[in-house]
């Protein structure tokens, strides 16, 4: 605990007088030995200074440290592995240039030092919030290098084949309780789950699933589930730290209940490697796999599910979507003829990218695994695939395979790979501009 104090006190520059006694921080800090605490080894107050006056570098004036919130904030992010955001929240009212007072100082030091991350963090309780979704607590937060996918593979075992599916997210405003989404449970089944090669806890496998809107055809090979907040359903993206501020102002606090406002929620977590089943009425069913970064875009929760490549929806027919982990209310569609996409430009951003530029904006996030073809004058072909989330209403941007290349001055015809969108006319692109990058 006097290292963890005395490496807040050298980060943040927080009241040494306030978070330990002003005549034991040299003592303290020349026993850490460390160059960083070199700022504490040599504090001293100036004549006239009392210890309530006296910080880690910065002299108070009339109960104000000679430190900024936004310095504060930066530093105690930082130390916590947060976003400078979340940390903003700590404050009743952050202003970036105002002066800290000493007792904020201490208030937002000693909460800092409860959210310093741990490599040593043990489980304390396991929570199965639905068939594909757990919410795991730990005695300390989990460090950046543990919230890391391949790390948190190896870290969370379970038995009788369950797995986690993506990294385990921390809630907004918890300390250290993380959603964490695993593949489908087995009703009355009981998981055991070791956390670094340590017993963590078991659970009983859930039969709960999530309720979901409605079904609907977005386009020739593209579906979406709606849910709605009004039926208590939220998708997690809205009620964890690391997407808080992208979202519109309409993040969610959700208390240990998983409520808000008196209502209770149902947490949609990662759907990534997750798929629906697609029955054509009178034929046979057919998996549709979830399109990544596709889960809540665009102020909407409505994930979209795709057939396999090269099949599409029948004009005409209805179908029926069921799956092991969601339970959809408006389950059934009769698909219709839908018209692609339509590119109207392209741009070349860099060698090994272009902005591509829809006559419309699809208002969603449609580009997501797709890709386009470009071909230069002498036939040789490059393919270019969607980057994930850098979509800007109708502009999105497209990135050529590692170690491919446009050839600066060479003009280029681009067409979509697939039916997923058609030219409006001939869509050159144009590489002069390159010349000079």
Known sequence: MKKTLLQLLTVSAVAASVLLPL????AAAQSAKSPADSRITNLAPAPGMNGNDFAAGHVSDRGRLML?????VSRIAQLTEKKPLVIQQWLKNYEPDARVRNGEAARLGFKAIAHIPSEHAAVTDIKVLSAATLEITFDSPLTAADVNLDKAKANFQFDNGMTIRNVPQLKNGARSTYVVPVTVQQPGKTYSLTYKGKAAGKFTGSAH???LAAARQVTADTFELESLRKDGIVDYGYVVESYFGTRGGLEMYLNDRNASGGKSYDIISSLRDMSVTL??????????AYVPYTQATDDRQAPKFRLPAGQTLTPGVKYTVTADWATVTEASFTARAAAPLV?????????????ITLAADPRDELFSGRSVELTDEDGKKLTAVYKVTSRKGAVGTFEL????????????????S???ATQQGKISLNTDALKSS
């Open 23 to 26: 005549n034991a921080a040299p």
């Open 68 to 72: 900024t919130q936004q310095e504060l």
């Open 209 to 211: 699933t999530v309720k």
């Open 279 to 288: 029955t054509p009425e009178g034929g046979q069913p057919i998996r549709a």
């Open 343 to 355: 590119i109207a430009s392209a741009k070349a951003v860099s060698p090994s990218s272009v902005d």
């Open 401 to 416: 395979a590692a170690g491919s290349q446009l050839s600066p001055g060479k003009a280029y015809t681009v067409t979509a």
């Open 418 to 420: 697939g039916a997923w």
